[in-house]
């Protein structure tokens, strides 16, 4: 069973930046696309960013393109998320996934795993 633990989150004020960290334990990290996905009080959680297992691909919803990075270290089993220029409404629980078998990024049903999420506030 394949464990993701979330960290990095946190009140920044707008314009700020955070960056949030994904560790897994459990399987073969290397092996899996990693996505994240977010969601805010009363809407549907919405694709984020992802990334291929080898890093050589990666994935960005329009509205953090530019503006968030993410980037992975399969030697420590960790997915990482640069947030810069960060508005309100990035604000949401941020959560990271796995998924075991292909790439299909934006799509939230080919996750086989999930994190318990990491809360990003972005207020003045």
């Known amino acids: 069973q394949v464990r993701l633990v979330e960290s990095g989150g946190g009140l920044v004020q707008p314009g700020g930046s955070l960056r949030l960290s994904c560790a897994a334990s459990?399987?073969?990290?290397?092996?899996?696309?990693m996505g994240w996905f977010r969601q805010a009080p009363g809407k549907e959680r919405e694709f984020v960013a992802a990334i291929i297992s080898n890093g050589d691909l990666s994935d960005y919803a329009d509205s953090v393109q530019g503006r968030f990075t993410i980037s992975r270290d399969n030697a420590r089993n960790t997915v990482y998320l640069q947030m810069n220029s960060l508005k309100p409404e990035d604000t949401a629980v941020y959560y990271c996934?796995?998924?075991?078998?292909?790439?299909?990024?934006?799509?939230?049903?080919?996750?086989?795993?999930w994190g318990q999420g990491a809360q990003v506030t972005v207020s003045s």
């Open positions: 996934a796995a998924d075991r078998n292909r790439w299909a990024p934006r799509v939230l049903p080919s996750y086989d795993y």
């Open positions: 459990g399987g073969s990290f290397s092996g899996y696309t």
